[in-house]
């Protein structure tokens, strides 16, 4: 894939192309020692097969720095050979500096236990998420972090630095996401002033942090995980290159009910709401996390439905979670396989025909369950464009091209266009 960069919100390649990202989470075991998700790079091969180009690879300062300024190269080193492997297999990687609930003594995962600034309870199981509002040592571990007491946040930063400068020689990496669904004490969060004033700060020096370390890489800005349920975000202005919004959406009405009610999902209201803050801020939008609990009814129906949205609205996403180990952490049963990698029910809904690289202005892309797959756009520039197919989607493909000529290879679709031309594309099982 190469290098991205951001641009008049899009992610674009060195061709100029619109790069979009259909990839997975890839976490697994990362939230517990060893804090990687699986040993055996082969693991990759199914997201390969399925035609995915991305993932997004969990890591957490525990397993980077665990003990006060010491760095574990043994994990550094595996993580850099899990994101060498998976750029050999066409994936690009987005490295991410994960946490829920702070840190693994509350029942999360993220942060050391020499970062921790008041103990408290741990969380067990899948309602672990209302620590963040009944945990007071979970809000004062993020008070005190988010205020550098004692330097921790300057400590974070530097264990980024250290990850940022092991992985700078990979190619493969191509961007970074350095704080996973970030929280603070929840008055702060609901009054919206902790996105303006902590988090706006912290995106600012991260920015000042990836130009100085890992220039060439672009960054996914998160805001808090409150707009995964359609609350707008407060963020306050964040300038800097290759800038990228990475919002989670979920399902609140589906977590609470424990099924999907179509008619009352907060899925296409928070879409919209991030499709909106994107594209006001001229940032590429990348869902970094959307998915379903084992167990949800309707999950499959979820799902489908939740990537037709996207796809419609030209997003990049990460799914969550791709975990083809034991692990399960907190109970969630969210993977996209089964251990030992089998499917769950909405694994075939996130394996789809996108194109990877469109050198063209989009203008409809329509992916129903049950309707041929359209996609429509005009070429700008004199570059192939690319979709993928994958087989497991459909072997042999109807394929219909107008305004252009194309050549199918089995897995990709390339595209020829001339400059001007309105084209559109049909794709039948």
Known sequence: MGRLHADSGWLRDDAGRIVLLRGANVSGRSKTPPFVPFDDPRWFDPLQDWG???????????????????????????????????????????????????????????????????PGRAATGREWFWYY??????????????????????????????????????????????????????????RGRFERGWLSDFHRQCVALRDRHAPGRVLLLEPTPLVAFGAPTTLGPIEGRDLVYAPHLYDATAILAGRFVPTLSTFPPALAQVTRTATARQWPLVVGEFGALGGLVGADAMIEDQCRRLDAAFASWMVWHYDPSDVDWNAEDASIVRPGGGDRPWTAAVVRPYPRALAGRPRRWQSDRGAPWVLEYDAEFDAPSE??????????????????????????LTIDARPGARVRVQLQR
Not at 53 to 65: M, P
Not at 156 to 163: D, Q, R, Y
């Open 52 to 118: 995915m180009n991305a993932i997004r690879l969990l890591v957490t300062w525990e397993g980077i720095e665990p003990e006060r300024g010491r760095y574990d190269r043994s994990y550094l080193e595996r993580v850099a050979s899990l994101a060498r492997e998976a750029g050999e297999r066409g994936l690009a990687v987005v490295v991410d500096f994960h946490q829920d609930l702070y840190a693994r003594a509350f029942g999360g995962d993220g942060a050391p236990t020499w970062a921790v600034t008041q």
């Open 133 to 190: 509002a009944m945990s007071r040592g979970v809000q004062a571990s993020f008070a005190g972090f988010w205020r550098d007491d004692g330097g921790l946040r300057t400590a974070f930063l530097g264990a980024v630095a250290e990850v940022m400068t092991t992985l700078a020689p990979l190619d493969a990496v191509v961007g970074y996401d350095l704080f996973n669904e970030p929280m603070a004490p929840l008055v702060e969060v609901v």
């Open 387 to 412: 979709v993928v197919i994958p087989p497991r989607w459909s072997a042999r493909p109807d394929i219909a091209i107008d305004g252009a000529e194309g050549g199918f290879d089995g897995r990709v």
